[in-house]
């Protein structure tokens, strides 16, 4: 690399090399981060609407006595954790840093809470089956509320959002690595035919 470089340049070749590394590393989300910033907002304040009855995703969050009054499943509990720590947390440590390898664990931490979504949803539509109906009371417990719901479709647009713009780097990085493969064999090239001439281009270091 350093044969690449002026000779008065060279004496930067690390900082050259430190700020490659570091854009290499970071994304950039263009008009992707305004519809994240929407979605995030929007699941924080999903969590305020019922998520099952009259509980809503914070009462289920800290375990509350209402949550616990409607037997709300460890499913559910799982599933706002994903939501408000991958989702809204590190969705917007995220955007702060602009971290090509965080996008990625926030992509799939997402779809990973999708899943327990759906389970969280089914196991209020069959509350008395997950519960072994130990109580009678069980079966008038409330089903799957639109808090939920409203919180797992914004997790699936997230996990959307997030890994077009984590994957869109990644495009970049390989085509970027294609490139430098290519002038590293046309330099190799080069200097063979130099050397087939008798005029190679490393100096005599003795």
């Known amino acids: 690399m350093s044969d690449q470089i002026p000779e008065d340049?060279?004496?930067?070749?690390?900082?050259?090399?430190?700020?490659?590394k570091k854009v290499a590393g970071e994304i950039d989300p263009g008009m992707r981060s305004v519809g994240i910033a929407v979605a995030i907002l929007l699941l924080l304040a999903s969590f305020l609407l019922p998520h099952?009855?009259?509980v809503?995703?914070?009462?289920?969050?800290?375990?509350?006595?209402?949550?616990?009054?409607?037997?709300?499943?460890?499913?559910?509990?799982l599933f706002v954790w994903f939501a408000l720590v991958f989702g809204a947390l590190t969705g917007m440590i995220?955007?702060?840093?602009?971290?090509w390898t965080l996008a990625w664990v926030t992509a799939a931490g997402c779809a990973v809470g999708i899943f327990l979504g759906v389970l969280a949803i089914w196991s209020r539509q069959t509350?008395?089956?997950?519960?072994?109906?130990?109580d009678a009371a069980l079966a008038n417990l409330s089903g799957p509320g639109i808090g939920i719901v409203v919180g797992l479709?914004?997790?699936i647009v997230l996990t959307y959002l997030?890994?077009?713009?984590?994957?869109?780097?990644?495009?970049?990085?390989?085509?970027?690595?294609?490139?430098?493969?290519?002038?590293?064999?046309?330099?190799?090239d080069a200097w063979m035919h130099q050397a087939r001439l008798g005029r190679p281009e490393t100096p005599d270091r003795d």
């Open 52 to 54: 099952t009855g009259s």
């Open 153 to 155: 479709i914004l997790l």
């Open 162 to 188: 997030w890994v077009g713009v984590a994957w869109s780097k990644t495009s970049l990085q390989l085509a970027a690595e294609e490139e430098r493969r290519q002038h590293a064999a046309e330099d190799e």
């Open 94 to 99: 995220t955007l702060l840093t602009r971290r």
């Open 56 to 77: 809503n995703g914070w009462d289920v969050l800290v375990h509350s006595d209402a949550a616990q009054g409607e037997a709300v499943a460890i499913t559910s509990q």
């Open 9 to 20: 340049l060279q004496h930067f070749q690390k900082d050259f090399e430190k700020a490659e």
């Open 127 to 134: 509350p008395s089956g997950v519960l072994n109906a130990q």
